[in-house]
């Protein structure tokens, strides 16, 4: 049984007619697996993981047929039962360290209160606890750094502490939104690597949301691709770098420098397709190379032996690996005439 | 720390001087002197006028007259009344007691039930009771406050006959002033009845006088509250299983009262003034009072000196606040 098994998650804002900021998304983890969530802004990766962490305020609504963690049902659960899994078995650490933290408190505080909330640990208990986190957490001269206030640390350090704090109740899932966006260049390879030997060292499931495809690369071992807040490509990371199905992670991986066969570096012209001008068909469909008339419906995500793709025409599968054009597999039929064409 | 309250105390010299100057200066412009008002109504003898001023000191030129002040002042010196012939000092030091009790007992007032409003308002956003709680604190901070006074003292005193009109405490009791608080005097003079008493005298001067601090803190509580609660660390706070109320109190509040306790120093200012009209609404024995009087007497030393004592008193609580934002915001205290 999967740690965390998403099936069908919807996030919408406002109106029942708006376009919802998630798209039936399904998703799952395993124990001690990393899984990267990969997409531009705007593609619903953060918007997700505040709908696992129950941190969606109204007038979001979240829905789904299945939001699992650990066996238990996340939707069921009422407030109080599923506080008792937010920051205990189910963590998250966010995108900026310089304002994730508390300026009022001060460091030690901050990790003392998950240990008190969660593990009922008081007093010296809990600072010697706190300490050793931060240790964990490779803090030099951590003692010293327990009564500093976040504003006297470096971004480096601010989201070291917030890993700390992550990981203070020992979770069995730690979410890592863009952990390292806002850091030095410098900074992030040192944070991966602290992220990736915690979550080794104790068998945590990682999901870790990033722009960085070498962080995918070198870290996950499956990844999802987002965009427009549906996943348009799931599958093993090295087969994905390797012959990606979909035109979109075609783009992105062409994007990165490494990857690049031309020497001008290649970029999807447009941008993600907001509330009012989302497309009709595919929503990649405006910015799709590959766009044909056929395109004008909206593809389902298919399964192939390697994965699964949202397109009609995927990149780099052998012919009868999948049949995206078969009946049924998409909400509208196709106009006959296009068929001939293909 | 240290070096911060001693920067900030610099500052306070120039303002102190300021204070001086306008008093000496604002007294000084309303037409009439302490010699006439003292001599009455009929034509004063200009001799006898000017034999007066003299000995007071009032005919020199209006700069020698502003050294003498101040060189006074330096010394310690507060000069008398011209009308009781007391000090001025220990005037005010027996009537301040009456005003600080009443201006605490209505800025308690006013910090929990406009914390709590706001709150509330900020949590429920857009909802009738945000509304009304926003409505309500705009009437209050509208309303004038001797006109505010004045219905209640009909409602509550006349009408329903629940408090009474005026002064801090029934004449039945004669209670010894020990520490000049009434409630606490009428404690200690263990007469029956009498701390009763004297609360339901405060009541309705303490709700007078701090409806207008209670708006604007409600509204200063709102605002604060609404930005800081999309703050990060309020999604981290959450996204660590806390409780709602933690959220709200532990991680929320304290970051939101920061602004808040600015607004309540600025307060203070409000609230002495205001002290002056509930004071004489409520016929309250404080130096609201006291001042009001000297001025229509033109006794120049109570009112220069009376003034620069509340204008100290403000000074000093904004020092004090200033202080107090350095201590809860660790972010400006390491600053320097």
């Given at each position: 049984m999967s740690l965390l098994d998403i099936r069908n998650l919807s996030v919408r804002f406002g109106?029942?007619?708006?376009?919802?900021?998630?798209?039936?998304l399904d998703l799952s983890v395993d124990r001690g697996e990393v899984l990267a969530i990969v997409g531009e802004s705007g593609s619903g990766k953060s918007v997700t993981m505040m709908a696992l962490m129950g941190l969606i305020d109204p007038p979001g609504v979240v829905s789904a047929d299945r939001l699992a963690f650990a066996g238990q049902d996340l939707l069921s659960l009422k407030g109080k039962q599923r506080r008792r899994l937010i920051g205990k078995d189910l963590a998250m650490v966010f995108q900026d360290p310089m304002t994730a933290l508390n300026p009022s408190y001060t460091v030690g505080y901050q990790i003392e209160e998950v240990l008190r909330a969660h593990l009922g640990l008081k007093g010296r208990a809990a600072r010697e606890r706190a300490l050793a986190l931060l240790e964990q957490v490779e803090i030099p001269a951590a003692a010293s750094r327990l009564d500093a206030y976040p504003h006297q640390l470096s971004g480096g350090m601010s989201q070291r502490v917030a890993i700390a704090m992550a990981i203070a109740a020992e979770p069995q899932l730690l979410i890592a939104d863009e952990p390292t966006t806002a850091l030095d260049v410098t900074i992030q390879a040192q944070i991966m690597a602290l992220l990736l030997r915690l979550q080794r060292e104790r068998d945590m499931g990682l999901i870790l949301i990033t722009h960085d495809l070498a962080v995918v690369a070198e870290t996950a071992r499956r990844v999802c691709v987002m965009y427009a807040g549906q996943a348009v490509e799931q599958g093993e990371v090295p087969a994905i770098f390797e012959a990606p199905t979909h035109p979109y992670t075609e783009a992105l991986l062409a994007s990165v420098p490494e990857h690049a066969d031309s020497r001008r570096l290649a970029t999807l012209p447009g941008i993600v397709p907001g509330r009012y001008d989302?497309?009709?068909?595919?929503?990649?469909s405006p910015r799709c190379p590959y766009a044909r008339p056929h395109c004008q419906t909206r593809p389902a995500l298919m399964p192939h032996a390697r994965g699964a793709v949202r397109c009609f025409f995927p990149r780099n599968l052998a012919a009868g690996e999948i049949n995206p054009l078969a009946p049924g597999r998409h909400r509208r039929s196709p106009p006959k005439g296009d068929l001939h064409a293909y | 720390m240290l070096g911060f309250i001693a920067r900030r105390f610099g500052l306070l010299i120039p303002t102190f001087f300021g204070v001086t100057l306008l008093t000496f200066a604002l007294i000084r412009m309303i037409p009439g002197d302490p010699v006439e008002v003292m001599m009455g109504e009929r034509r004063v003898d200009p001799e006898l006028h000017a034999a007066a001023m003299e000995r007071l000191g009032l005919n020199k030129p209006l700069y020698l007259q502003y050294i003498d002040y101040v060189g006074a002042l330096l010394q310690g010196d507060l000069g008398e009344s011209l009308r009781s012939r007391t000090s001025v000092w220990k005037e005010f030091t027996s009537l301040f007691p009456a005003t600080l009790e009443l201006a605490l007992a209505a800025l308690l007032f006013a910090t929990t039930l406009g914390v709590l409003a706001g709150v509330i308002a900020a949590l429920r956003r857009g909802s009738l009771l945000d509304h009304g709680v926003m409505g309500l604190s705009l009437t209050g901070y509208s309303m004038p406050i001797f006109w505010w006074g004045l219905i209640l003292i009909m409602v509550f005193s006349v009408w329903l006959g629940w408090t009474p009109v005026s002064g801090r405490i029934d004449l039945l009791y004669d209670i010894p002033p020990v520490t000049g608080f009434m409630l606490i005097d009428t404690l200690l003079s263990g007469e029956e009845g009498a701390f009763t008493d004297a609360l339901m005298h405060l009541i309705l001067p303490a709700i007078v006088l701090g409806t207008i601090p209670l708006a604007v803190i409600a509204r200063m509580t709102r605002s604060a509250m609404l930005e800081v609660m999309r703050e990060d660390y309020v999604r981290t706070a959450r996204a660590k299983g806390l409780s709602p109320a933690r959220v709200v109190f532990v991680h929320g509040l304290r970051n939101a009262l920061i602004p808040v306790l600015t607004v309540l120093g600025l307060q203070v200012g409000t609230l002495l003034a205001g002290a002056v009209l509930t004071e004489t609404i409520f016929s309250w024995p404080g130096i609201g009072k006291w001042l009001i009087e000297a001025i229509g007497a033109r006794d120049y030393a109570v009112v220069q000196n009376g003034i620069l004592l509340v204008a100290c008193l403000v000074i000093l609580v904004n020092f004090t606040v200033d202080v107090l934002y350095g201590l809860a915001n660790p972010r400006i205290r390491h600053q320097h």
């Amino acid at each position: 049984m999967s740690l965390l098994d998403i099936r069908n998650l919807s996030v919408r804002f406002g109106d029942a007619d708006a376009p919802p900021v998630v798209d039936g998304l399904d998703l799952s983890v395993d124990r001690g697996e990393v899984l990267a969530i990969v997409g531009e802004s705007g593609s619903g990766k953060s918007v997700t993981m505040m709908a696992l962490m129950g941190l969606i305020d109204p007038p979001g609504v979240v829905s789904a047929d299945r939001l699992a963690f650990a066996g238990q049902d996340l939707l069921s659960l009422k407030g109080k039962q599923r506080r008792r899994l937010i920051g205990k078995d189910l963590a998250m650490v966010f995108q900026d360290p310089m304002t994730a933290l508390n300026p009022s408190y001060t460091v030690g505080y901050q990790i003392e209160e998950v240990l008190r909330a969660h593990l009922g640990l008081k007093g010296r208990a809990a600072r010697e606890r706190a300490l050793a986190l931060l240790e964990q957490v490779e803090i030099p001269a951590a003692a010293s750094r327990l009564d500093a206030y976040p504003h006297q640390l470096s971004g480096g350090m601010s989201q070291r502490v917030a890993i700390a704090m992550a990981i203070a109740a020992e979770p069995q899932l730690l979410i890592a939104d863009e952990p390292t966006t806002a850091l030095d260049v410098t900074i992030q390879a040192q944070i991966m690597a602290l992220l990736l030997r915690l979550q080794r060292e104790r068998d945590m499931g990682l999901i870790l949301i990033t722009h960085d495809l070498a962080v995918v690369a070198e870290t996950a071992r499956r990844v999802c691709v987002m965009y427009a807040g549906q996943a348009v490509e799931q599958g093993e990371v090295p087969a994905i770098f390797e012959a990606p199905t979909h035109p979109y992670t075609e783009a992105l991986l062409a994007s990165v420098p490494e990857h690049a066969d031309s020497r001008r570096l290649a970029t999807l012209p447009g941008i993600v397709p907001g509330r009012y001008d989302r497309p009709e068909g595919c929503l990649l469909s405006p910015r799709c190379p590959y766009a044909r008339p056929h395109c004008q419906t909206r593809p389902a995500l298919m399964p192939h032996a390697r994965g699964a793709v949202r397109c009609f025409f995927p990149r780099n599968l052998a012919a009868g690996e999948i049949n995206p054009l078969a009946p049924g597999r998409h909400r509208r039929s196709p106009p006959k005439g296009d068929l001939h064409a293909y | 720390m240290l070096g911060f309250i001693a920067r900030r105390f610099g500052l306070l010299i120039p303002t102190f001087f300021g204070v001086t100057l306008l008093t000496f200066a604002l007294i000084r412009m309303i037409p009439g002197d302490p010699v006439e008002v003292m001599m009455g109504e009929r034509r004063v003898d200009p001799e006898l006028h000017a034999a007066a001023m003299e000995r007071l000191g009032l005919n020199k030129p209006l700069y020698l007259q502003y050294i003498d002040y101040v060189g006074a002042l330096l010394q310690g010196d507060l000069g008398e009344s011209l009308r009781s012939r007391t000090s001025v000092w220990k005037e005010f030091t027996s009537l301040f007691p009456a005003t600080l009790e009443l201006a605490l007992a209505a800025l308690l007032f006013a910090t929990t039930l406009g914390v709590l409003a706001g709150v509330i308002a900020a949590l429920r956003r857009g909802s009738l009771l945000d509304h009304g709680v926003m409505g309500l604190s705009l009437t209050g901070y509208s309303m004038p406050i001797f006109w505010w006074g004045l219905i209640l003292i009909m409602v509550f005193s006349v009408w329903l006959g629940w408090t009474p009109v005026s002064g801090r405490i029934d004449l039945l009791y004669d209670i010894p002033p020990v520490t000049g608080f009434m409630l606490i005097d009428t404690l200690l003079s263990g007469e029956e009845g009498a701390f009763t008493d004297a609360l339901m005298h405060l009541i309705l001067p303490a709700i007078v006088l701090g409806t207008i601090p209670l708006a604007v803190i409600a509204r200063m509580t709102r605002s604060a509250m609404l930005e800081v609660m999309r703050e990060d660390y309020v999604r981290t706070a959450r996204a660590k299983g806390l409780s709602p109320a933690r959220v709200v109190f532990v991680h929320g509040l304290r970051n939101a009262l920061i602004p808040v306790l600015t607004v309540l120093g600025l307060q203070v200012g409000t609230l002495l003034a205001g002290a002056v009209l509930t004071e004489t609404i409520f016929s309250w024995p404080g130096i609201g009072k006291w001042l009001i009087e000297a001025i229509g007497a033109r006794d120049y030393a109570v009112v220069q000196n009376g003034i620069l004592l509340v204008a100290c008193l403000v000074i000093l609580v904004n020092f004090t606040v200033d202080v107090l934002y350095g201590l809860a915001n660790p972010r400006i205290r390491h600053q320097h």
